[in-house]
């Protein structure tokens, strides 16, 4: 199972931005997603996560500005971004929970640079 992150790039502030990951491989089910995020020198936290059913969570940092959608027939997670700030520069990373047929495991994604220019 792979996780294809993409989307990201450099943006002023107040911009907007809109992330995508696509996951494949021999996938029977997938769980809930999400979005984290790891600035330079800090821990990697939540952005945004998503059950299968729809149910969001975010991170109080982003509400407000960040809406996390996905479309199940593509295996797919988007995190549309809005009113960026500079705080916001990271290298954003998706995260699934995916049942390939034997046990369920999270897998994720290669991260993409998200910056943010004041």
């Known amino acids: 199972v792979q996780l294809q992150a993409s989307g990201g790039g450099l943006v002023q502030a107040g911009g907007s931005l809109r992330l995508s990951c696509a996951a494949s491989?021999?996938?029977?089910?997938?769980?809930?997603m999400g979005w984290y995020r790891q600035a330079p020198g800090k821990r990697r936290d939540l952005v945004a996560t998503i059950t299968f059913g729809g149910t969001r969570n975010y991170a109080d940092s982003v509400k407000g500005r960040v809406t996390i959608s996905r479309d199940n027939a593509k295996n797919t997670v988007y995190l549309q971004m809005n009113n960026l700030k500079p705080e916001d520069t990271a290298v954003y990373y998706c995260?699934?929970?995916?049942?390939?047929?034997?046990?369920?495991?999270?897998?994720w994604g290669q991260g993409t640079q998200v910056t943010v220019s004041s």
């Open positions: 995260n699934a929970n995916v049942f390939p047929g034997t046990s369920w495991t999270s897998y």
């Open positions: 491989g021999p996938i029977r089910s997938i769980g809930g």
